[in-house]
């Protein structure tokens, strides 16, 4: 079993930074791909970013490529994602999650987090 927790969500006013953590309880070379997904009240959850632990590949979605920045650390077994510029629209509870091999799809991650909630005002 793979637990993840999330941390670092909060309040921040509009083009301020926040840095989301993720501990990771195990890794498994069965789920190398990382991801942050986001949702908002009334709106469906969305791909943010993604990252393998082995490797140098990114992921980003249209909406926060050249703000977000994912990383991760694999001796602390511990992923990221540095937030910058927020934006009001930002707003949500981050999620991180682990996948076998989908990167942008919801559906194909099997491990999630509890979710940290980042709330951007204008």
Request: with cysteine.
């Amino acid at each position: 079993q793979v637990q993840l927790v999330e941390s670092g969500g909060g309040l921040v006013q509009a083009g301020g930074s926040l840095t989301l953590s993720c501990a990771v309880s195990r890794r498994t070379f069965n789920h190398p791909v990382m991801g942050w997904f986001r949702q908002a009240p009334g709106k469906e959850r969305e791909f943010v970013a993604a990252i393998i632990w082995t490797g140098t590949n990114t992921y980003y979605a249209d909406s926060v490529k050249g703000r977000f920045t994912i990383s991760r650390d694999n001796v602390k077994n511990t992923m990221y994602l540095q937030m910058n510029s927020l934006r009001p629209e930002d707003s949500a509870v981050y999620y991180c999650a682990a996948s076998r091999l989908s990167v942008r799809s919801v559906a194909n991650y099997e491990y999630w987090g509890q979710g940290t909630q980042v709330t951007v005002s204008s």
